[in-house]
């Protein structure tokens, strides 16, 4: 075997093998209150550090025009600096999370203020040896009230140094990348095959390296199996109970198996040499063949040069949102939020849903996903327009053969549906 030119970033102490082994078991032997920890996780935590939603197969199914307002879940910000490359009229980014704003913000100040290898250097790599310098004197000022008092705290987040040395590793999601990387390289002591899989140029070669190491059998041992099955674990990665339950209920061996399927698939069928969301999640960092389209070069210039003043945030519900902005919406971006409120606050979806209708355009186009196999819960859902009440399956054209091509191809491959609907508001008021 051989060692890519991606270098391993992550240097940890030997004794920390044994202290994050402890810390790992006490915290996910807390099954007993599975939904109290994810609340406290998503309520006091920057979750996401970067989307885990692949926006080629959105640009396809949204065909994003001049004249879209988009609402998006705001997650990371990447997938909405995305979709200002193609030129809408507005992106609006809604999150309940003031700190996933927050990250947001400081990505929509540094394009405004850095120059390309600063920030890429930053995003990119995930630290940089001046980002309290470049924070005090260019970004600090540019900042909300709250994301600036949320980075005024974090300045460890980029700095490189100590036992998470990027900002990949920071965030719930983070550390659990961090854990997983320790894992690898201190406990399995794999990284070299990781970097030689990451650096394959065909499937063909990831596939032989896959079987030739034997990864499935390396990677997933009792106890990183028994962990995966724990609400505590996936509560981390933003993975909720309902979630869970759906996947357990619907997916021949449940979660468990749903994940080692999912990304067997992803190193041994589909290409990895321009899978940034894995790399990143495997090495702490990007490169710049390897990344999301808002860090390259052509990307970063064409958001400095004006694009980047398409993209607001919103620290709101999407509900509390479509209430106070009087906007009119032709592209909603839902991810998988409703899985959750679906189980777990349906009165709140209906009235989601409710507020979504009243505010779309003539012509909409929503997108959502599902970790379920199949959504049966949006249908159902019975909405007022004009002066009658329908259900939604009744007002919806699914696209569903486009989105039965493109779910196979998406590069993160931890969503178990994936949907497209047009909704022609002029034929129902």
């Excluded at 996401?48 to 609402?71: F, G, M, Q």
């Excluded at 998006?72 to 997938?79: E, Q």
């Excluded at 700095?159 to 399995?188: C, T």
């Excluded at 969301?277 to 702490?284: A, E, Q, S």
Aim: glycine share 6%.
């Amino acid at each position: 075997m051989h060692l890519s030119q991606i270098e391993p970033q992550n240097k940890f102490p030997r004794n920390s093998k044994r202290r994050i082994s402890g810390t790992i078991r006490k915290t996910l032997g807390l099954d007993h209150v599975s939904k109290a920890w994810f609340k406290l996780v998503h309520g006091s935590s920057l979750v996401y550090n970067t989307c885990w939603e692949d926006p080629r197969l959105d640009h396809v199914a949204l065909e994003l025009s001049e004249k879209d307002n988009v609402l998006v879940i705001t997650s990371a910000g990447c997938n909405a600096l995305d979709y200002a490359l193609a030129n809408p009229n507005h992106v609006y980014t809604v999150d309940v999370n003031p700190k996933q704003n927050a990250l947001l913000d400081l990505k929509l100040a540094a394009i405004k203020h850095l120059e390309y290898d600063d920030f890429f250097q930053l995003f990119g790599k995930g630290s940089h040896p001046k980002f309290k310098q470049f924070y005090q004197e260019k970004l600090r000022a540019e900042l909300p009230e709250a994301s600036r008092k949320f980075w005024d705290k974090r300045a460890k987040f980029f700095s490189g140094k100590g036992q998470r040395p990027s900002f990949y590793f920071y965030g719930s999601s983070g550390m659990f990348a961090w854990l997983i990387n320790i894992y690898i390289d201190r406990v399995k002591k794999i990284r070299p095959v990781i970097n030689e899989l990451l650096a394959a140029e065909t499937v063909e070669a990831q596939k032989d390296i896959y079987q030739r190491y034997r990864l499935r059998e390396t990677m997933w041992t009792p106890f990183l199996k028994w962990a995966m099955k724990r609400d505590t674990t996936l509560a981390l990665l933003g993975v909720p109970r309902a979630q869970r339950k759906q996947l357990d209920r619907d997916y021949p061996g449940g979660i468990l198996q749903f994940v080692v399927d999912s990304i067997e698939t992803v190193f041994t069928e589909l290409p990895i040499k321009d899978n940034y969301f894995w790399r990143v999640y495997l090495t702490g960092q990007y490169t710049k063949d390897c990344c999301p389209n808002y860090l390259t070069e052509e990307g970063f210039k064409k958001l400095k040069g004006g694009l980047v003043n398409k993209v607001s945030t919103h620290t709101n519900t999407l509900l509390g949102f479509l209430k106070e902005n009087p906007v009119t919406i032709s592209r909603y971006v839902l991810l998988d939020h409703m899985d959750w409120l679906a189980e777990v606050k349906p009165k709140i979806l209906e009235a989601e849903w409710q507020a979504m209708i009243d505010r779309a355009a003539p012509q909409t186009r929503l997108q959502w996903r599902s970790a379920g196999l199949s959504v049966g819960f949006v249908d159902p859902i019975s909405v007022k327009i004009g002066n009658t009440t329908k259900k939604l399956g009744e007002m919806f054209e699914y696209n569903q053969d486009l989105a039965n091509k493109l779910h196979p191809i998406d590069r993160v491959h931890t969503y178990g549906s994936y949907y497209i609907a047009n909704f022609d508001k002029t034929k129902h008021s």
